[in-house]
């Protein structure tokens, strides 16, 4: 599987996190409706609108889904910790992005171990086509 922009990857958050069927994070709900401009949907039982985001190291987090899955893989395998400066560098974004990228990925390491277990084997396969 190739993801190659933020919307690639954020269906592919959708399908490992709800197998294709969304489910709010509010309320429980699979009763929703998509907005056609964006990915996001309605809950039609308690009217909040989410993505599959929410609830996750990603909510509110303006960094491109593509840099995030190329960090998981990154902070998730490399046994010597990966510095904030070599994070930053390879995803080109500012140290205090990297930083806050590595922590909410370690935190979270235990909670979200399935999706995060996930991306870094879509990475791996990624990284196997290009080389």
Known sequence: ???KNNNECISFLEQIRWKGTPQCPYCGS???????????????????????TVGTLFHKSRVDMRKWFIAIAMVM?????IS????????????NTAMHM?????????EE????????QVQNEITLIEE
């Not at 904030?84 to 140290?95: F, G, N, P, S, Y």
């Not at 171990?113 to 870094?120: A, N, P, R, T, Y």
């Open 102 to 110: 590595i922590r909410r990925i370690v935190e979270s390491s235990q």
């Open 84 to 95: 904030v400066r070599q994070l930053a560098k390879e995803i080109k974004v500012d140290k």
């Open 77 to 81: 395998e490399d046994k010597e910790k």
């Open 1 to 3: 599987m190739m993801l």
């Open 113 to 120: 171990k399935v999706i995060l277990h996930q991306i870094v």
């Open 30 to 52: 699979t009763n929703a409706t998509a907005y056609k401009a964006e990915q996001r949907y309605h809950c039609n039982n308690c009217f909040t609108s989410y993505s599959v």
